[in-house]
């Protein structure tokens, strides 16, 4: 089993980045959490997941370990597929899903793509016992760590982005560091989205 791959990030695309690991581009799909950390160029560690379904063959990973087995509780619930789950983690950072199963707030849980009241429902009903305690991993900045890339990505989406195409415009955008403005973010990412 694969745990782990340690490589440059040699592109990061809507909902999947491109490793290179000895002369060997793993395409890894991740959430938009996860992706919009990396940036192309640097080395990074993702944890990974093999996935076989059917006659399909994907590699899914994440920055924290804690996502990674967040990720897979997810596959533990009925009716909660791949594409439903990286929804979830895309849709919400990882403290924010936890938060959302932990308070029962299906409204939440049901704003991500793929998942009705039912679902949210049963995830809450099944993950909640099992989830309570966790804490982030250090190494994974929280929401409230980088408030400025989350207002930054909410204002792209008031202009009609969807999450997933502000996360990713956000981590390709060049120029932006540490102090910028999320105006600044903003601005660099629409260079990108509007070519």
């Known amino acids: 089993m694969l ?14 980045l491109i490793i290179d690991r ?30 076989i379904r ?21 596959l533990s ?5 791949p594409k439903a789950a990286m929804g979830l983690m895309t849709g919400l950072p990882l403290e924010h899903l936890q938060q959302a199963i932990l308070a029962e707030d299906a ?19 099944d993950l ?16 409230a760590e980088m408030p400025v890339t989350t207002e930054a990505a909410e204002g792209l989406m008031a ?3 969807s999450r997933s195409e502000a996360m990713h415009a956000l981590s390709q955008a060049a120029g932006i560091t540490e102090e910028s403005t999320a105006s600044q973010m903003i601005r660099a990412a629409l260079r990108n989205l509007v070519r």
């Open 3 to 16: 745990d782990y791959i340690v490589g440059r990030v040699e592109d990061i695309q809507e909902n999947a």
């Open 22 to 51: 000895d002369g060997m581009g793993f395409l890894i799909h991740s959430s938009g959490s996860s992706l919009q950390l990396l940036k192309p160029g640097e080395e990074a560690k993702i944890y990974t997941e093999l996935q």
């Open 54 to 74: 059917d006659d399909q063959v994907h590699l899914v990973g994440f920055l924290s370990r804690e996502e990674r087995s967040m990720y897979r509780l997810l």
């Open 77 to 81: 619930v009925s009716k909660v597929g």
């Open 107 to 125: 409204k939440a849980l049901s704003s991500c793509p793929g998942i009705g009241k039912k679902t949210a429902e049963r995830i809450i009903f």
């Open 128 to 143: 909640r016992g099992k989830i309570a305690g966790w804490v982030p991993s250090a190494g994974m900045p929280t929401t």
């Open 159 to 161: 202009l009609g982005y």
